[in-house]
């Protein structure tokens, strides 16, 4: 993090990157490559379920190692980062719980309803943890994003300073919700309060203090 009065970082300013390109195009390459990453997902479902003879997975492998090579043909260095145009339209197609570009993201749509921030999606083998239920670490994932969207209350940057869990009980894999809301602020420090949980109710309960950082206040 930055000392009082200064810039962002060098490492933050990498990643927040300006681009000159029309929303019209970034909404238009989102279409493009969201249906790519669908099936990206799909694949990664099928690779952990399948059980079919080994020469099909050899041929397969073969096949994917293919396509893998065709798409890095060109492709970006370094991280996907933050980008954003001069119409205020940002996009990270990168990150790893809304990335529209990210196969390993749910990925989650997050909404904001009148000061509650929150998100459905679900969760399939590729985030198992316990037998048929989601993994811990994934919970904490999902939750501290959607607590990050709550505190920067889509006008400011926040980081996140602590983040503290309850597991109420395990969370079955299949349909999931998130919902986070600002407890309080106190100067820089902003509070959040989130659940996690399933069709019959709560499964892990969450706070957390989020930092507004010097440089970007």
């Known amino acids: 993090m930055s000392a009082p009065g200064q810039a962002p970082s060098a490492g933050y300013a990498a990643v927040f990157v300006h681009e000159d390109v029309p929303t019209a195009e970034v909404d238009r390459l989102e279409a493009l490559h969201r249906p790519l990453a669908d099936s990206v997902r799909d694949l990664v479902d099928a690779t952990i379920r399948t059980t079919v003879e080994d020469e099909e997975v050899r041929a397969v492998r073969a096949e994917v190692d293919a396509l893998v090579a065709r798409l890095r043909a060109r492709q970006l260095d370094g991280p996907a980062g933050v980008r954003y145009n001069a119409e205020g339209r940002t996009w990270s197609w990168g990150n790893a719980v809304v990335g529209e570009r990210n196969a390993v993201a749910p990925p989650l749509e997050v909404v904001r309803d009148d000061g509650l921030v929150h998100a459905d999606t679900v969760l399939g083998a590729a985030y198992e943890g316990p037998p048929g239920m989601v993994h811990g670490g994934v919970g904490a994932l999902l939750l501290d994003h959607v607590m990050g969207v709550a505190a920067s209350a889509h006008q400011r940057v926040t ?59």
């Open 159 to 217: 980081l996140t300073g602590t983040l503290t869990m309850r597991y109420v009980r395990s969370t079955p894999l299949g349909p999931v919700r998130v919902e986070a809301r600002i407890e309080r602020e106190e100067g820089r420090k902003v509070f959040v309060v989130a659940t996690l949980g399933d069709p019959d109710g709560v499964t892990v309960e969450a706070d957390g203090v989020f930092i507004v950082p010097r440089w970007a206040v």
